[in-house]
């Protein structure tokens, strides 16, 4: 997990706010993946970003959340008007490559809707 | 759609009984299966990469195999301290990692 800084790693919103995750991967790495995981469930994929795109978005919820990963600065998952089935934890990764390359992960952004 | 399955759901073994995890996976075109290890409230430790069917990777008491559909993780003589949860996860060819629910694996002493 050395390396993979994401910040806050708790926030607590009230519904309808807004709730921004950052990430900043390893060093060298240009490859971001976020992931959310419900308790006592396993890693969902959430997005794919490089640096200043998006590569796969295909497990974003269609409204109210983007992912950004700008040429400088963290990747940010943001939320907007959050609802209480948004608690979860978030999970940023970071690979240097991407072809079977090895991800890594920091120690997650806890988020409770209130 | 990429599949990855991991059983069992969960797992108790007594200190010393060596036993294996099993992830099996359907993707289109493997571009390395991984697995990883998770604390509570923490994240997914990486413990090892596996590329093409035969290989083998260990690291103390684990040993991880791939075949082509599956693999598993083999844990020898456990101590209470591997009690965690086990993810698998593939890479396919789209490069994004697709993960399995996981296997919570108790030891006791």
């Known amino acids: 997990n050395a390396g993979v800084m994401q910040n806050p790693r708790h926030l607590v919103r009230r519904r309808g706010q807004e709730a921004r995750l950052r990430c900043s991967p390893m060093?060298?790495?240009?490859?971001v993946y976020w992931y959310r995981q419900l308790p006592e469930e396993g890693l969902k994929f959430m997005v794919y970003?490089?640096?200043?795109?998006?590569?796969?978005e295909s497990g974003m919820p269609k409204e109210r959340f983007s992912a950004e990963f700008p040429k400088e600065g963290p990747s940010i998952l943001r939320i907007q008007q959050v609802v209480r089935g948004d608690s979860a934890a978030y999970f940023c990764?970071?690979?240097?490559?991407?072809?079977?390359?090895?991800?890594?992960f920091g120690e997650g952004s806890w988020l409770t809707v209130v | 759609e990429d599949q990855v399955t991991q059983s069992p759901e969960a797992l108790r073994l007594q200190e010393g009984e060596s036993s294996s995890l099993n992830c099996s996976y359907t993707?289109?075109?493997?571009?390395?299966l991984f697995w990883y290890r998770q604390d509570p409230g923490k994240g997914p430790e990486f413990l090892f990469t596996?590329?093409?069917a035969g290989e083998e990777k260990e690291k103390e008491r684990l040993k991880a195999t791939l075949t082509k559909k599956e693999s598993f993780l083999h844990i020898t003589a456990p101590k209470p301290e591997d009690s965690a949860t086990y993810l698998c996860?593939?890479?396919?060819?789209?490069?994004?990692?697709?993960f399995g629910a996981g296997t919570r694996l108790t030891v006791k002493p």
């Open positions: 970003l490089q640096k200043e795109n998006i590569i796969d």
């Open positions: 996860a593939v890479q396919a060819n789209n490069n994004d990692m697709r």
């Open positions: 990764a970071s690979s240097p490559r991407a072809e079977g390359n090895t991800i890594y």
């Open positions: 060093k060298g790495h240009s490859h």
């Open positions: 993707v289109s075109g493997l571009r390395g």
């Open positions: 596996l590329y093409s």
